[in-house]
Each structure stands twice: as structure tokens, then as C-alpha cells.
């Protein structure tokens, strides 16, 4: 079974610039998150979806990210315009359902430098 | 606000000894879970171990175990016979049984074991 999967793996930007994070959850799960782990932190979670609806995203700076799940399967997250303190790891996660109390399966990451 | 507080930012043990990792969570919430996941060097994480707090009975998976205390609202994880393999980040999740259903991760716990 194909796991998370996250691209790209590396990114290094200006401040100001624009990113954009893809991510394709495993096949059949209906809720998908975002996660910021900035170095030292815990993951934080920034949105969680529901097939293509926002279950949570009172975290997300939406003044410069902002996250769709337009089809309901992969998800893409963009930050613009970039700050030095958004220089994390931006983790995909997946699950069966947004209720769902067992597994979180998480991809490799974005880790994302801001200069 | 559920809080997850890992006080112990690094520890190292020695190959085949055993070492156990701190985690201490604050919540009013009676239904919940908690989780310990390990994050690999440019790996992803994964999930070691859970508990439903209902449950008195410490959860078990092989060589890793857990100390849950309900009253005393602590969670450590203890890892008996320790290989090169266990070498990694762990971190302390929590998750209450209403709402969003999210995730509160710690700050994490970096493990070195040693040859």
C-alpha cells in the first residue's frame, strides 16, 4: 500500500516569495491535515480536512497560507508571501475519518528554509 | 486548552538497556487517547503505541510499553532492550474523544542509543 506522499521534499525561498506544498494522502482516506513542526516544536496542526471540507483550520495564518482539497483526495497548502519564521517542516497526514482514534499516517515532510 | 509537556528534551541509552521517556498532559476531558509516535532521522513518523484512557490495562507492543497514571495524568513510555533502530524522535500525542478530534503532539523527546 502506497503511503503519504509529500513534494517537494526541499524548498529554499526569499521572504515575500511564494510556496506551494503537494500532498496525496492514502487511497480511501477521507481526512487529511497539515501540520507545522517548526525545529525544537511539536507538529501544529494548521487545517484539517474532510474529504473537501475544513473540519478545523483556527490555526492557520490565513492572512498568508491558505489550503484546498478541491477533489477531495490530494491537497495542496501555499504560503504568500513568506516570513522568515514560517522556515519549518510542513507534515501531510492522513486518516480514515476525521473521528477516527487510531493511526495518523504521516508523509516525509516539506522542510521549507525562508531566507 | 489540553496541554502535552515532554520534560526531558534528550536522552541516550545504551544498546539492550532500557529507557524510559516522560510525558505529562493537562485536561478536564474524561474521554480520550494517547499516543506515542517516533520520527526517524529525514524519516517519517509513525505510530509505537496507544491507549484509550478508559482502559486501566498499559498498552503493549513488543519491546515498548507504557505507564499510564489517569489520576496523576501521566503517559511514559518505556523501551525494554534497546537497538540502533530506536534512535529517533518521540513525541507524546493527545486526543480527546469530542470536538475536532485533534491531535495535541509535545514537544518531543530526541533519543540517541548507543553502540
Known amino acids: 500500500e502506497a503511503g503519504v506522499a509529500q513534494s517537494p521534499r526541499y524548498k529554499i525561498i526569499e521572504k515575500r516569495q511564494s510556496v506551494a506544498f503537494w500532498c496525496n494522502p492514502i487511497?480511501?482516506?477521507?481526512?487529511l491535515y497539515w501540520y507545522q513542526q517548526i525545529l525544537g516544536q511539536g507538529p501544529k496542526l494548521l487545517i484539517q480536512?474532510?474529504?473537501?471540507?475544513?473540519?478545523?483550520d483556527s490555526q492557520l495564518p490565513k492572512d498568508r497560507f491558505s489550503a484546498e482539497r478541491l477533489k477531495g483526495v490530494d491537497s495542496t497548502l501555499k504560503i504568500q508571501p513568506a516570513k522568515l519564521e514560517d522556515s519549518a517542516v510542513y507534515l501531510c497526514?492522513?486518516?480514515?475519518?476525521?473521528?477516527?482514534?487510531?493511526?495518523?499516517?504521516f508523509g516525509e515532510g516539506s522542510r521549507l528554509t525562508v531566507l | 486548552a489540553q496541554t502535552v509537556t515532554q520534560s526531558q528534551p534528550e536522552m541516550s541509552v545504551q544498546e539492550a538497556e532500557t529507557v524510559t521517556l516522560s510525558c505529562t498532559y493537562d485536561t478536564s476531558e474524561s474521554n480520550y487517547y494517547l499516543f506515542w509516535y517516533k520520527q526517524p532521522p529525514s524519516r517519517q513518523m509513525i505510530l509505537v503505541i496507544r491507549q484509550e484512557a478508559y482502559k486501566q490495562q498499559n498498552a503493549t507492543e513488543n519491546r515498548f510499553s507504557v505507564n499510564f497514571q489517569k489520576a496523576a495524568k501521566s503517559f511514559s513510555l518505556k523501551i525494554s532492550d534497546s537497538q540502533l533502530g530506536d534512535t529517533a524522535m518521540y513525541f507524546c500525542?493527545?486526543?480527546?474523544?469530542?470536538?475536532?478530534?485533534?491531535?495535541?503532539f509535545g514537544t518531543g523527546t530526541r533519543l540517541k542509543v548507543l553502540a
Open positions: 480536512f474532510q474529504n473537501n471540507g475544513v473540519v478545523d
Open positions: 487511497s480511501g482516506h477521507a481526512t
Open positions: 497526514a492522513s486518516s480514515l475519518d476525521w473521528r477516527y482514534t487510531g493511526e495518523l499516517f
Open positions: 500525542a493527545f486526543m480527546k474523544q469530542s470536538g475536532t478530534y485533534k491531535y495535541i
